[in-house]
């Protein structure tokens, strides 16, 4: 199973992130990636060097089982659990993506205002594109289930978790004032119905 998840990690590395930025970078002019931000050790420059971290630890989890690291979940049907997860995780991220339309960035430039998108997949959580990551690592983590794996998804969740509490909730708030205060209160950060505020 590392091999297929390689695979599937590359594939979505070359979606999420290649063909999106590409797909943007023709509709607005924009790539919408705005780099590591942040003065170092901020929040924003933390969040980003741990999402740069478990980018790197998703393909070592498998490189480390190829070589030999021993899995520390070995039931057959874990493998498995997570090639579906992680597929269905690709997909809803890219689905997710495109539903964002040309306010997608990587992210946040203080100096830019982009649309508040609070249609379909937002309609659910206001993060589907990072929930959808988070399934996809956690697809990625069955698959290979070894402790390098584990802290790639842990160094994720915490990534996450900066970028969106820290970084970009205050940005949206500052930006988009009520209208994001409202939208925050009813509907979640990551799962439907958790996270309101």
Not at 25 to 51: N, Q
Not at 183 to 192: A, Q
């Amino acid at each position: 199973m590392p091999v297929a998840a390689l695979v599937l990690y590359a594939l979505w590395f070359l979606l999420a992130f290649g063909v999106r930025t590409v797909v943007q970078l023709r509709r607005t002019g924009d790539s919408g990636f705005k780099g590591l931000g942040g003065r170092p050790f901020s929040l924003e420059w933390t969040a980003g060097v741990l999402f740069t971290v478990a980018l790197v630890v998703g393909v070592a989890g498998p490189v480390a089982a190829l070589a030999g690291l021993d899995p520390v979940v070995d039931a057959g049907w874990v493998p498995v659990a997570g090639a579906v997860l992680a597929t269905v995780g690709v997909v809803v991220t890219l689905l997710a993506q495109l539903a964002m339309g040309d306010s997608w960035r990587i992210g946040v430039d203080e100096a830019e205002t982009t649309e508040l998108v609070t249609s379909s997949a937002f309609e659910i959580v206001r993060n589907p594109i990072f929930s959808a990551m988070l399934l996809t690592a956690v697809g990625l983590t069955l698959m290979v289930p070894n402790g390098v794996s584990l802290v790639g998804l842990a160094a994720l969740v915490v990534a996450l978790e900066l970028q969106v509490r820290g970084v970009e909730e205050p940005y949206l708030l500052t930006k988009h004032g009520e209208s994001y205060a409202d939208y925050r209160r009813r509907v979640g950060r990551f799962v439907p119905g958790v996270g309101r505020s």
